[in-house]
């Protein structure tokens, strides 16, 4: 199976984020059917153990628990034996797709959309990439400066399955961080500053100049603007109303608790009434619910 036909893949190492991805395929598998035939689109779960809820059309391989760094490499050369459909897309407990009417055939047009980073990069001539943080090309009628371009997320991402092959077959390789020092008097733990091994940053950032020499095309940013919404600054500095935005990746704040339900698990930013925020706005107004601990709800 390849062209356009998606498998619509949850990966973690987690038992505990397992039944969350459930839902998050469960909903995108539900909701690209407003637009996709049904017959183009497959579901995959791999997780340690097969949660207690699983749609019979989503299928579990199960896999040893692995870490967050472990999962990244798992993307980046694992998760091309799994796939044998022309995309995959990519979803997570807090990154799932909101409205399938909003779907675009134009997003089989590229090898990778993910949600707009809030940053712009900077690729110089000895290869360095420079990340400037907290700022965008916010004019998307004028063209990127020269060599500038934006990151994109991976967590709610589609792929083709030609990337998906790529990094393996190029033996191309994942820098690590050095991770900071440990903090004597508390639990000891490894700790990173900037995640050079972040899947997404690894392909997006880091090595995007080398795969677009190899073929890559990744979305620009007005069609990964309209893919996903990561940051609503960005919506809001482009002029994009979410109205019109295919899926979201919540950052962790946001976790489903079942396909039309979602639970805040970090605080986020309101005064004292949620749907103040933007973001949950947004989903409310998606016939979706939202679920709030009541201590965030305090003064």
Known sequence: MSGKTITIVSVTGHQDYA?????????SYEELQKKLP?????????????PSYLPSYIKHSKCKP????????FILY?????????????????GFVVDGHNWRDEFF??????????????????????????QMHENLDEEMPE???????????????????????????????IPKALTQGSVLQISYGFQLHNEDVWLTVLNRQELEKKGIRFAPPRVSTYFACETTTVHYKRKID?????????FGHLVLKDKNTVYM??????????????????LLGKNMQLSVPKPFLEK
């Open 265 to 282: 698990q970090k605080k986020m930013n309101f005064n004292h009434d949620p749907t103040t925020n933007q973001t949950c706005r947004w």
């Open 66 to 73: 692995f870490s967050y760094l472990e999962y990244n490499l």
């Open 19 to 27: 039944q969350g991805a459930v839902y998050a395929i469960e909903r």
């Open 147 to 177: 060599n500038h371009f934006e990151g994109q997320n991976g967590g709610f991402s589609l792929r083709s399955k030609r990337l998906l092959g790529l990094p393996r077959a190029h033996d191309m390789k994942v820098s690590l961080t």
């Open 78 to 94: 694992l998760l091309d034996d799994l796939i044998d459909t022309g995309f995959a897309l990519i979803v997570q407990n807090d």
């Open 38 to 50: 049904k017959e183009t689109l497959t579901c995959l779960l791999v997780s340690p153990e097969q």
């Open 242 to 250: 979410l109205q019109y935005v295919l899926g979201c990746h919540t």
């Open 109 to 134: 047009d590229y090898d990778f959309i993910g949600a707009p980073l809030y940053h712009l990069c900077e690729q110089h001539a000895d290869g360095h990439v420079r990340i400037q943080g907290g």
